[in-house]
């Protein structure tokens, strides 16, 4: 063929340029292909699948840590509230009575006296008020309690003086515990007690029997109060309980459950 190309110069002429036209339209083919195929190549050798996947994990295992963390601060807050929520309601119940004691709030009569008042108070004579008593037991103790006398009769800004009798009929010694309150309730804050036993643990051995006093007065202010215009009688109850761990006694005003 290299013979026939020398002796024929316009054939060799001729089929030199259809195969450079082949040759041009190869390279147009297969330069866009050849392209693509090295730039891929390249970034796979510049960044490689493992590369990618660790850089995912890596941002996947961070937000997870930054949740966890997030978690236990919520849970924190949460379980912060929690004991704060149950300390305040062991709480509420002795700071509840400490105020009923100090306002008469619920039938409470007020705990303390001023020493003062007690013997500057002027006794109100026109105003007889009659006092009664009672006595409760609750079924967790076997004592018998009971009021010495059933009534007397007082009037505002005049000491008074009475007795409560309990008995232990048992072969065992047991602790008991009482609570009180005053009817008509908003009576309560006006019912000053001098003496008590009430909120004190008594101890009665087998068959022991004591008495326990109850000093008072009622405030002379009771005859001041408008809504007391019509209180004529006003009745001191007290309750006794079995002193035990985790008892919890009744608040002041309400029947015990």
């Not at 990618?52 to 930054?66: H, I």
């Not at 008042?117 to 105003?127: A, C, S, Y």
């Not at 019912?191 to 068959?207: A, G, M, T």
Request: proline content about 7%.
């Amino acid at each position: 063929m290299s013979l026939s190309l020398l002796l024929h110069p316009s054939i060799c002429c001729t089929q030199a340029s259809v195969l450079l036209a082949q040759c041009v339209r190869t390279l147009h083919s297969c330069a866009p292909k050849t392209l693509h195929s090295q730039t891929g190549h390249f970034l796979q050798r510049r960044f490689p699948p493992r590369f990618q996947v660790r850089n995912r994990s890596r941002k996947t295992r961070s937000q997870e840590e930054e949740w966890k963390k997030k978690n236990k601060t919520v849970l924190t807050y949460i379980a912060a509230a929690g004991v704060g929520m149950i300390g305040l309601s062991y709480a509420a119940v002795p700071l509840y009575r400490l105020y009923c004691q100090a306002s008469g709030l619920g039938g409470m009569a007020v705990a303390g006296h001023d020493t003062d008042q007690v013997e500057t108070m002027k006794p109100v004579k026109g105003r007889i008020i009659k006092v009664t008593f009672n006595a409760d037991t609750h079924a967790s103790i076997q004592w018998n309690f009971k009021p010495q006398q059933t009534e007397i009769y007082v009037v505002p800004g005049e000491t008074a003086l009475a007795f409560y009798r309990a008995k232990n009929p048992t072969d065992k010694p047991i602790i008991g515990i009482s609570t009180y309150n005053v009817v008509p309730f908003e009576a309560g804050q006006y019912f000053n007690k001098i003496q008590c036993f009430c909120f004190e643990e008594q101890r009665l051995n087998p068959h022991e029997e004591v008495d326990m006093p109850v000093f008072f007065y009622i405030d002379p202010d009771f005859d001041e109060d408008p809504r007391m215009a019509r209180v004529d009688t006003i009745t001191l109850s007290y309750t006794f309980f079995e002193a035990k761990e985790g008892q919890k006694l009744p608040l002041p005003g309400y029947s015990y459950q």
